[in-house]
Nanobody, 124 residues
C-alpha cells in the first residue's frame, strides 16, 4: 500500500519559516488528495491544509491562511507545507495523510494512510 514519510521538522524561533516535506510511495491512481495535520499533547489532531492530487483544490485552516502554503510535486509523489511567521502555539507534531475521496477534509477519520509525524518546535 505504500508509505508516507514526513521530514523537515525542527527548532525555529517565533516568526521564522520552515518547510515540511512528505514523500509518498506506492500507486497514486486512487488518491484524491494529501493533507497536513498537527497535534499537541492531549489535543485533537487538527487539519492544517489539504490539496487535491489531480486538481487545483486546496483547503487551509483559518488561522494559517496567508502564512502557510501547501503544494505538490506529482512527478516526485511529494507534498510540501511552507510555513511562514510561525507562532509559539504552533509547536506540534505535524502529520501527512492521504485520502481516497473528496469529502470532509478536516475529519481525520476520512484519511486512510498516515505518516509517522515530524516535530516542529517554535521557541519564543
Amino acid at each position: 500500500q505504500g508509505q508516507l514519510v514526513e521530514s523537515g521538522g525542527g527548532l525555529v524561533q517565533a516568526g521564522d519559516s520552515l518547510t515540511l516535506s512528505c514523500a509518498a510511495s506506492g500507486l497514486t491512481f486512487n488518491r484524491y488528495g494529501l493533507a497536513w495535520f498537527r497535534q499537541g499533547p492531549g489535543k485533537e489532531r487538527d487539519i492544517v491544509a489539504a490539496i487535491q492530487w489531480e486538481g487545483d483544490y486546496t483547503y487551509y485552516l483559518d488561522s494559517v491562511k496567508g502564512r502557510f502554503t501547501i503544494s505538490k510535486d506529482n512527478a516526485e509523489n511529494t507534498v510540501y507545507l511552507q510555513m511562514n511567521s510561525l507562532k509559539h502555539e504552533e509547536k506540534d507534531v505535524y502529520y501527512c495523510a492521504e485520502r481516497l475521496y473528496g469529502a470532509a477534509e478536516s475529519d481525520p477519520f476520512e484519511y486512510n494512510k498516515w505518516g509517522q509525524g515530524t516535530q516542529v518546535t517554535v521557541s519564543s
